[in-house]
Every structure is written in structure tokens, then in C-alpha cells.
């Protein structure tokens, strides 16, 4: 997982993004890399260096230059865990529940739904203190029904 975060980071930054869809064109070295980008040697070996040590591009000496090209798996990997991860991942649904991963559980992600008003972020303020007080669009559109009526008084701050 250290690899997979690393590769990120390094792929991060426009600049080495924008390397490494070059490097996907073509094999360059640092001379030909540093004029199609319009910066200095000394700028893209600093760069390269970063996407070496994240495995995504290797060097093959040619003669008197390095020729840097990526190595096209590591990118495959890290696309297929990127899709692992996002198909993990349960349908979004809409605010009037959030989920959130129950920590006891870390190999099948056990989910459970909390109502919205414990949600620190999203405190129904359209409701009011009482069920009977509420219209019926009003519940539904901040709760979904009229059981569990999640009204929390305001705290003062």
C-alpha cells in the first residue's frame, strides 16, 4: 500500500503527470524530456528522480544518454486498484442518511446508516421541535417518514 500512496503523490504533480503522458508517447532522455517541456535538465531530473523511486518510469542506457521511459504496469496497477477501491465503495444516496464504516470490521467493511441529525455537518435546522409541529413534506424531505423524529435543539455556540 506505501508503493500505491507514493505512486500517487507522485503522480500528484502536473508537472510529473505531464511527463509521464510523454513518456507514454515516446522514450526521451533528460535533454529531449527538459525541451519538450520547456524547463531545465537540472528540473527534470529532479522530477524523474521522484517518479523512479514511485517504480514509474525506468531508465535504459543508450550509448552516452538515458533514455526514460514508464513502465506501463505499475500504471495498470494502479488503475486496477483505483477500481477495486471505487467499486468497494456503496452507491451514494441522498443526505437524509449517511454511512459510515464501523471500525470493529476492517476485511468486509460492515456498514451501518445513522439518521442525518448526528451529523455534524448537516443538522436538519428546516425541522422543528416537534413532529406534530412539521409539516409532512417537510419530514420526509429532511427525515424520509414521521417515526423517528430527528429533531435536535440548536447549541448555542
Same mark, same amino acid.
Given at each position: 500500500?506505501? =508503493?500505491?500512496?507514493?505512486? !500517487?503523490?507522485?503522480?500528484? =504533480? ?9 513518456? !507514454? ?20 531530473? %529532479? ?28 500504471? %495498470?496497477?494502479?488503475?486496477? &486498484?483505483?477500481? %477495486?477501491? @471505487? ?6 444516496? @441522498?443526505?437524509?442518511?449517511? &454511512? ?34 412539521? &409539516? ?8 424520509? =417518514? ?12
Amino acid at each position: 500500500m506505501d =508503493d500505491f500512496i507514493l505512486a !500517487l503523490k507522485a503522480l500528484g =504533480d502536473k508537472t510529473r503527470f505531464r511527463m509521464i503522458r510523454l513518456l !507514454l508517447t515516446h522514450d526521451l532522455c533528460v535533454g529531449a524530456l527538459a525541451d519538450h517541456m520547456g524547463m531545465s535538465k537540472a528540473a527534470v531530473s %529532479q522530477h524523474l528522480q521522484i517518479l523512479r523511486k514511485a517504480g514509474l518510469v525506468k531508465g535504459e542506457k543508450r550509448g552516452y544518454w538515458t533514455h526514460y521511459g514508464v513502465d506501463k504496469d505499475v500504471i %495498470q496497477r494502479i488503475a486496477e &486498484t483505483l477500481l %477495486q477501491t @471505487a467499486d468497494q465503495a456503496p452507491e451514494f444516496r @441522498a443526505a437524509s442518511h449517511r &454511512t459510515i464504516e464501523d471500525g470493529n470490521k476492517t476485511d468486509d467493511l460492515e456498514r451501518r446508516t445513522l439518521p442525518m441529525w448526528q451529523n455534524c455537518c448537516q443538522q436538519p435546522t428546516q425541522l422543528k421541535d416537534k413532529t406534530e409541529n412539521c &409539516t409532512p413534506e417537510q419530514i420526509k424531505k429532511w427525515h424520509g =417518514d414521521e417515526k423517528n423524529h430527528p429533531y435536535v435543539p440548536a447549541q448555542n455556540k
